[in-house]
């Protein structure tokens, strides 16, 4: 007598879905990591796009006179009114992790953010930042930064809790980011 066999043993199941759980227990983590390096990737994208807005905006006026912004970015102040005036697209107010960008225009402004100025700020100089993943000062800040000292702002993206850093960007030049070309996750 012939005997066919109908669906999977139990043992074979149970093979199965070890192998499945091994497989995501590699991917997910992987997933989550890419998912962290894209958002740092868009803020950067992002304090650079004000930043191109902001250099064009005292290109334009030859100052900050009439701006003043120190701090917290919120909608339809006078600095993204005349921001959006000057750029093709909206100014974004939030980082993406739902954080305000951190704006200042002002040298004084500038100076108490940035303690590492040894010389004045210039009257056209300015701070444009992001506090990071959890929206507070991170480990590594606009702090860290001094003109003795360019590199100490720069930091390896080598796990999701280097996203705490802040990232910062002083007249154009990010001075507290992701070394340029470090592997995330620590790679080779």
């Not at 796009?49 to 006026?61: F, G, H, K, L």
């Not at 056209?124 to 507070?136: E, M």
């Amino acid at each position: 007598m012939i005997r066919k066999m109908r669906g999977f043993t139990l043992i074979e199941l149970l093979i199965t879905l070890s192998i499945l759980g091994i497989l995501l227990a590699i991917a997910i983590p992987s997933l989550i990591n890419a998912q962290a390096k894209a958002k740092s990737k868009a803020c950067m994208s992002e304090i650079h796009s004000i930043s191109v807005s902001m250099n064009d905006y005292v290109v334009e006026n030859g100052s900050w006179a009439g701006i003043t912004q120190s701090g917290e970015l919120i909608l339809n102040c006078p600095l993204i009114t005349e921001l959006t005036k000057l750029s093709a697209s909206a100014v974004p107010v939030n980082d993406p992790w739902g954080n305000p960008y951190r704006i200042y225009c002002d040298p004084t402004a500038v100076a108490v953010v940035l303690t590492g100025l040894t010389d004045p700020a210039l009257p056209g100089s300015y701070v444009v930042s992001s506090l990071g993943a959890d929206g507070a000062p991170g480990p590594i800040s606009a702090a860290a930064w001094s003109p003795t000292t360019p590199d100490a702002g720069f930091y390896r993206l080598s796990t999701t809790t280097d996203l705490l850093n802040d990232l910062v960007l002083y007249n154009g030049n990010f001075i507290v980011s992701p070394k340029a070309g470090a592997p995330f996750g620590g790679g080779l």
